[in-house]
């Protein structure tokens, strides 16, 4: 790949809408790579990868305000654009390799690069991460999950590379890993950190204080084989750290998890009332897990999707291991919270598609109008204004995460017939 800059895009682009409480989801494979990436082009990697949602089946093409970058990476706007273009440079000088065999049991070398393009225009950076790195962050089986505040505010590539490491492990409690395998891992040149005294101080240690002093994790480490006098590895122990969860972004943080997994319910269509009770009943992360899961298998042509994404959740078909991990009180908030708005705004949707149609009926009987032609045809307006409106609804809600509206929210409604006509005639070019 010669450059990373295009002229432009032909696929549809999304506004990205950062935040620091984002999930940033990686395949285990992805984690333990060796990478050998700085902490701007690290930062602006995994903010794309933040974006990435579980039920994606592609990457989208993000368009990113590098002031509102530079305020998410905790640094000056002063420059800033300039370098951003430098960072995507960067990023793709150091494309990610992969040793595997192949066919005929050969080994042969993958070079993968981060950045598929990227255009720069107006303080704002169009870009779309290289379609070979779905393999690491679309439909997951095995990964790694942390949300983006933890490493953002990091300074050090190695702080935050074992703290991915031990992240991955963490449910354990304990890594090993051989001091070998680790240099690998970190990218260490082999000129450098020779002794071990050396490579503890500027390594180890500096990681262990920023990663207690930053992140939601804290670790101590100790000897675990020696070879003669040489240390051949070490032990991690992996612990919580409660002291850096940040308390002022909880609140929203759980309001994000709760809307977009009930979202994701209802998009794969089970009934609201179903949706709320499941995410009363288990924690977000548990039924993210076993969302992915179903995902995955929804290629396969499963016959009843809703009520095998219900099955999978009250039976743990993932064998999640997560577990609530903040107060009762706030996710029952949240979930009220979800629930009101999406609520209130399903009741805003169809009141204005009931408008629309009593505007019509109205018409037809105050009118003078004497034939069935002409009272015909303003029934066939009214039909395609409610059409219309139905498409401008569906698109509001697919460009703002609301989940589409089902044929159960018409159920006393007058113009149930109507939208299940919609739904028929535009079900295949939904991107629900």
Request: hydrophobic share 35%.
């Amino acid at each position: 790949m010669s450059t990373t800059e295009q002229l432009s895009f032909d696929e549809d682009l999304v506004d990205a809408d950062l935040k620091p409480y984002y999930w940033v989801n990686q395949s285990n494979a992805l984690v333990n790579t060796k990478q050998n990436l700085s902490i701007n082009e690290r930062r602006l990697l995994y903010v794309l990868v933040s974006l990435v949602q579980p039920e994606d089946r592609d990457f989208k093409t993000y368009v990113l305000q590098t002031k509102e970058l530079a305020s998410l990476f905790g640094i000056s706007e002063s420059g800033f654009y300039e370098r951003i273009r430098e960072t995507v440079h960067g990023l793709n000088s150091k494309p990610l390799t992969i040793n595997r065999t192949n066919e005929n049991n050969k080994v042969v070398i993958d070079d993968i690069y981060w950045v598929q393009r990227a255009t720069y225009n107006d303080g704002q950076i169009t870009i779309k991460l290289s379609e070979d790195l779905a393999q690491f962050l679309i439909d997951l089986k095995s990964y790694t999950k942390y949300q983006l505040y933890n490493v953002l505010k990091l300074k050090s590539e190695f702080s935050w590379r074992i703290y991915e490491l031990l992240k991955e492990r963490e449910r354990f409690g304990s890594r090993i890993f051989e001091v070998a395998e680790l240099r690998e891992k970190l990218a260490i040149e082999d000129g450098k950190y020779k002794t071990m005294s050396n490579f503890r101080a500027v390594v180890l240690d500096r990681a262990k204080k920023e990663i207690e002093e930053k992140t939601d994790i804290k670790f101590e480490y100790k000897v675990h084989k020696k070879v003669g006098r040489s240390i051949k590895s070490f032990i991690f122990f992996i612990y919580k750290n409660p002291k850096n969860v940040k308390t002022n972004l909880i609140n929203e943080a759980i309001t994000y998890d709760i809307q977009s997994i009930l979202n994701l319910l209802i998009t794969k269509g089970i009934r609201r009332d179903k949706a709320v009770e499941l995410i009363k009943k288990y924690p977000p992360k548990y039924i993210e897990e076993n969302l992915r899961y179903v995902i995955r298998m929804e290629e396969k042509g499963l016959e009843n999707l809703p009520g095998y994404i219900v099955s999978a959740i009250e039976n743990n078909y993932a064998e999640s291991h997560y577990e609530l991990d903040f107060e009762e009180s706030l996710l029952q908030l949240a979930i009220g919270n979800a629930d009101n708005r999406l609520k209130e705004k399903t009741e805003k949707d169809i009141r204005d598609l009931e408008e629309l149609y009593d505007h019509f009926i109205n018409v037809i009987s105050k009118s003078k109008i004497q034939t069935k032609e002409e009272i015909e045809e303003i029934k066939i307006e009214m039909e395609r204004t409610l059409f219309k409106k139905m498409d401008d609804i569906s698109e509001y809600r697919k460009t703002h995460s609301h989940p589409p509206l089902l044929e159960d929210d018409f159920e006393s409604s007058k113009i149930k017939s109507y939208f299940s006509k919609w739904l028929i005639r535009y079900k295949e070019e939904l991107p629900y």
